[in-house]
T-cell receptor, first 113, second 116 residues
Framework: AQSVSQHNHHVILSEAASLELGCNYSYGGTVNLFWYVQYPGQHLQLLLK??????LVKGIKGFEAEFIKSKFSFNLRKPSVQWSDTAEYFC???????????FGKGNQVVVIP | GAVVSQHPSWVICKSGTSVKIECRSLDFQATTMFWYRQFPKQSLMLMAT?????????EQGVEKDKFLINHASLTLSTLTVTSAHPEDSSFYICSARETGKNTEAFFGQGTRLTVV
């Protein structure tokens, strides 16, 4: 079964700083990869996803992620964060043809104005 | 995007009673829905995969007699926590993927269950 690792559970940074959140997965086959965001008091929302094609994926709110197959990674980046990016970010993976979404433990990101 | 609605958002119940949580896909059909549990400061743990018209598939360690799942239609799945205990207090989230499409899962807003 697939699994996901996210490191640095708590991240605190100032506005305008750059953000990178690591995500590594383990699965033997082809994968679909996702980053979800949960703002305080709200439900999970999709930030971006990778199914196939260009490994550099651009999502909403200026986020992007790069799929590096050789490293089993799908790191999330944003060049300049805002206070409104304070949220919890979850990486998730599902194997192609397999409906089960496996989530990482999440990164709690706090952006200080 | 597609909308998944969960009801109720928050419920408090007495120990020993049962609680039913509904998950509805409002504008699409979902042959498969998923139930997750999220503990504070932890990730979402998949509890079971709910299949329309058939039995749910439970993850290892999840008691199927404790967490009853019914997926009677293509837009509704229910999770019933039977004989609830304080340790069942948690945040339960459902998600659904549109039938026949290789798209992302859409999530409900979650249900906060508190057992007293």
């Amino acid at each position: 079964a697939q699994s996901v690792s996210q490191h640095n559970h708590h991240v605190i940074l100032s506005e305008a700083a750059s953000l990178e959140l690591g995500c590594n997965y383990s699965y033997g086959g082809t994968v679909n990869l996702f980053w979800y965001v949960q703002y305080p008091g709200q439900h999970l929302q999709l930030l971006l996803k990778y199914f196939s094609g260009d490994p550099l994926v651009k999502g909403i709110k200026g986020f992007e992620a790069e799929f590096i197959k050789s490293k089993f990674s799908f790191n999330l980046r944003k060049p300049s964060v805002q206070w409104s990016d304070t949220a919890e970010y979850f990486c998730a993976v599902t194997g192609k043809g397999n409906n089960r979404l496996a989530f990482g433990k999440g990164n709690q990101v706090v952006v200080i104005p | 995007g597609a909308v998944v609605s969960q009801h109720p958002s928050w419920v408090i119940c007495k120990s020993g009673t049962s609680v039913k949580i509904e998950c509805r896909s409002l504008d699409f059909q979902a042959t498969t829905m998923f139930w997750y549990r999220q503990f504070p400061k932890q990730s979402l743990m998949l509890m079971a995969t709910s299949n329309e018209g058939s039995k749910a598939t439970y993850e290892q360690g999840v008691e199927k007699d404790k967490f009853l799942i019914n997926h009677a239609s293509l837009t509704l799945s229910t999770l019933t926590v039977t004989s609830a205990h304080p340790e069942d207090s948690s945040f339960y989230i459902c998600s659904a993927r549109e039938t026949g499409k290789n798209t992302e899962a859409f999530f409900g807003q979650g249900t906060r269950l508190t057992v007293v």
